[in-house]
């Protein structure tokens, strides 16, 4: 195989101008390529770590900005600016562009965890129902007579045995068991539960 004629100075000679290496780089000379390299791969990994922060992703990112570097030497144009301003500023854009994806995907991501994040239940159904049915009992203690609801309430919301409640009401125990019999009889009739 024939080595490849370049156009890059000898040996001992200085460096040529970074545009006039984009412009052999622009005419396919990998010579050339490797010189602009060699010169501007540490600013541009550098530019782009300091935008991205994640070592692992900048590498990528300034690769990526090389690759460019390579097939839009082309597009370069010393009329309007230097070389290197002209290929930091791929650089950064493409750090930016990495950085918005990146927060993009997260957005997604937490949308999509937010839908995906359905509580076993309605929680205002719940507390709406919970509330109905304390409304309901309030209304259905209200209908009891008096002895049978301060049995009821001795008995189910103070947590007393019949023979607490008998203790505390003074009155025999198979009487304070007729007034809860009796009472939760008509609690069952009035919330309509079925036995």
Known sequence: MEPVPTDLPAPGTPAPDLGALLVLVAR???DAFGAVYDRVAGPVLGLVRSVLRDPAQSEEVAQEVLFEVWRRAAAF???RGSATAWIMTMAHRRAVDRVRSAQAATDR???AALLEHT?????VTER?????????VRRCMGGLTERQRQSVTLAYYRG???????????LPLGTVKTRLRDGLIRLRDCLGVTA
């Open 28 to 30: 396919g000379d990998q």
């Open 77 to 79: 144009s010393p009329e």
């Open 109 to 111: 991501e937490h949308r």
């Open 119 to 123: 509580p076993d239940y309605d929680e």
């Open 128 to 136: 709406v129902e919970a509330r109905l049915e304390r409304e309901q």
């Open 160 to 170: 007393l045995t019949y023979r607490e409640v008998a203790e505390v009401l003074a």
